[in-house]
């Protein structure tokens, strides 16, 4: 059985530092894409607090279409350049928005929703999706996420065969 510790206090880099490496024991020895998605999504959603959704989108058919998450039911399909998980895919860069109403574009799925952080995923120079995070709360991202979550996306890309996943 696999334990997600969460410290009280922690910084947010101790946070995901500590996140990350739970990631790469839970990755250690499965590179199923599809497994792996999945319990990185859930291992984001026990371990970081003020999230309402966590989870991935993949490049299929030119376009993100839904993969693993934790969190309410959410669109299916975004194109590129569409919504937050569409501009960071197609100008491959994280994107955090302090304030989802002011983000020209924003998809809601679930108005709950008021901030959010969107990592592009690339592996060997080919963009196979998005990790995405949604909180209720305004601000809930800042730059220490985006760190900390790039490496969370590094250690998934690295560690996955995403070739069923993505095209
Ligand atoms: N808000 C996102 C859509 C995905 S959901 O938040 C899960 C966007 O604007 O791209």
Known sequence: MFTVKTSAGATKAELYRELNAQLGGLLAGERD?????ANAAALLWQGLPDLNWAGFYFLRGGE???????GKVAC???KLGRGVCGTAAQQRETIV?????KFPGHIACDHASRS???V???????LIGVLDLDSPSLARFDQADAVGL????EIFLKGSDLSRLAD
Do not use: C, M, S, Y
């Not at 928005?97 to 109403?101: A, K």
């Open 33 to 37: 894409g599809l497994a792996n998605a």
């Open 116 to 118: 959010e952080v969107v």
């Open 76 to 78: 299916v399909r975004i």
């Open 64 to 70: 993100l279409v839904l993969g693993p998450f934790q």
């Open 120 to 126: 592009p995923l690339v592996q060997e120079g080919k």
């Open 97 to 101: 928005v302090l304030d989802v109403e």
């Open 150 to 153: 790039a490496a969370t996306a």
